[in-house]
């Protein structure tokens, strides 16, 4: 019995390999993500920081995608970029040496009651709109008013 089991138990364990083998276990099969790189411009001026993101028009499912702006740049890859398809572009522009918000980043108050207030916006946000192409990478440059 004890040789049955010692064959088996290998067997079993080989058998459960190929399995995830062939479903191609990690491949990521979804839609595939875009590589976008850019610049982000201000009245002339590299933004010195802040965000970008790209958040689907209504009636595309997909993610959305956000990163930094640093010295006027940003890049997304094809692990954390958007998927093809129309984008809202939102960016958010950070006072020098200060949170998004205009000063240390803001963060809720515990005490505040549900449904209160959320702090408001900054004075620095654009909101643009794209077409992110079905390619591998994707270079899209804002120029903001």
């Known amino acids: 019995m004890n040789g049955v089991r010692r064959k088996f138990i290998p067997l079993v364990g080989a058998c459960g390999l190929a399995t995830l083998w062939l479903a191609g276990c990690g491949r990521g099969d979804g839609p595939k993500r875009v590589a976008v790189a850019g610049s982000v411009m201000h009245r002339g001026s590299s933004l010195k920081s802040g965000t970008i993101s790209f958040l689907p028009d209504k009636g595309l499912k997909a993610p959305a995608a956000t990163?930094?702006?640093?010295?006027?740049?940003?890049?997304?890859?094809?692990?954390?970029?958007?998927?093809?398809?129309?984008?809202?572009?939102?960016?958010?522009?950070?006072?020098?040496?200060?949170?998004?918000?205009?000063?240390?980043?803001?963060?809720?108050?515990?005490?505040?009651?549900?449904?209160?207030?959320?702090?408001?916006?900054?004075?620095?946000?654009w909101e643009l709109r794209t077409e992110v192409p079905a390619k591998a990478s994707f270079r899209y440059d804002v120029e903001l008013p």
């Open 67 to 125: 990163t930094d702006v640093a010295n006027g740049q940003y890049r997304f890859t094809v692990h954390d970029g958007p998927i093809a398809g129309p984008y809202q572009v939102v960016v958010v522009r950070a006072p020098e040496g200060k949170g998004i918000f205009g000063d240390t980043p803001v963060k809720r108050d515990p005490r505040a009651p549900p449904g209160a207030a959320a702090p408001k916006p900054p004075a620095g946000r």
